[in-house]
C-alpha cells in the first residue's frame, strides 16, 4: 500500500457542482494533514490544513477520519477558478521528517 | 515579502556536466527540503534539512547532493546529470519541519538533461 493514495482523476464537473476527493494515508501515527492546491505544474500552494477531525473555510471542508485512515475534501457550488491538481499532503507521512504528496487529483470545471 | 526563491527557473544540460540549483528563504525557516515531480507521481522528496549542517534522505535521493552551510540557502547539485534526472524541481521551506508545519514553496525550477 503506497504511504499516501488519492483519488485518480480527473474529475469533470459543471460550474455550482459539488465534488469530493478522498485521500488515505497508511501511517497512522500521522498527526495533521494539508490539501495543497496546484496550478498548471506551478508550485504549490497551501489550500487547507487538517488538524482533528475537520475544517472548513468557505466553500471548501476538509475532514479527517483517523479510524479509517482517511481526509477528504469537499467542494462546494465549484467554479471555474477551481480548476486545478489537488494534493493530498501528510507531513511524517513516511516517518520521521520526511514529507509524502499523495499524486494528485486533477479538477475541470466547466461552464 | 516572504518568499522561497529558486535559481534558475529553466535549465538545459547535457548527460554529465555538473549543475547546481540554488534555493534560497527569508523566512528564517529551520526546515528545507527538496522535490521532484514527474507526471502521475506527484511530488517526491529527494533530501531535506532540519537545520544547518543536518540533512536527510527522502524518498529518491539517488544522484543528487545538498548542502546547508546556512540557514537561508539548500542548494540541490547534480554532480552527473542524467536524462531520467529531467523534471520539475521544487524547493520548499517551513518553521521546523514538524507535522502542523505549512510549507512554501519556490516557483520551481523545470530541468531538461539531453
Known amino acids: 500500500r503506497k504511504e499516501v493514495e488519492q483519488d485518480p482523476g480527473p474529475f469533470n464537473v459543471p460550474e455550482g457542482a459539488t465534488v469530493a476527493f478522498n485521500c488515505t494515508y497508511s501511517?497512522?501515527?500521522?498527526?495533521?494533514f494539508f490539501w495543497y492546491r496546484q496550478d498548471c505544474r506551478k508550485e504549490p500552494k497551501l489550500l487547507m490544513s487538517v488538524y482533528s477531525s475537520g475544517n472548513e473555510d468557505g466553500r471548501f471542508t476538509a475532514q479527517l477520519n483517523r479510524a479509517s485512515q482517511y481526509i477528504s475534501l469537499l467542494i462546494r457550488d465549484s467554479k471555474l477558478s477551481d480548476s486545478a491538481t489537488y494534493l493530498c499532503v501528510v507531513p511524517n507521512g513516511g516517518g520521521g521528517f520526511k514529507t509524502i504528496f499523495g499524486a494528485g487529483t486533477r479538477l475541470f470545471v466547466k461552464a | 515579502e516572504a518568499q522561497v526563491t529558486q535559481n534558475p527557473r529553466y535549465l538545459i544540460t547535457v548527460t554529465g556536466k555538473k549543475l547546481t540549483v540554488t534555493c534560497s528563504q527569508n523566512m528564517n525557516h529551520e526546515y528545507m527540503s527538496w522535490y521532484r515531480q514527474d507526471p502521475g507521481l506527484g511530488l517526491r522528496q529527494i533530501y531535506y534539512?532540519?537545520?544547518?549542517?543536518?540533512?536527510d534522505k527522502g524518498d529518491v535521493p539517488e544522484g543528487y547532493k545538498v548542502s546547508r552551510k546556512e540557514k537561508r540557502n539548500f542548494p540541490l547539485i547534480l554532480e552527473s546529470p542524467s536524462p531520467n534526472q529531467t523534471s520539475l524541481y521544487f524547493c520548499?521551506?517551513?518553521?521546523?519541519?514538524?507535522?502542523?508545519?505549512?510549507?512554501?514553496f519556490g516557483a520551481g525550477t523545470r530541468l531538461s538533461v539531453l
Open positions: 534539512s532540519m537545520n544547518v549542517e543536518v540533512t
Open positions: 520548499a521551506s517551513s518553521l521546523f519541519g514538524g507535522a502542523g508545519d505549512i510549507q512554501y
Open positions: 501511517n497512522s501515527a500521522s498527526q495533521s
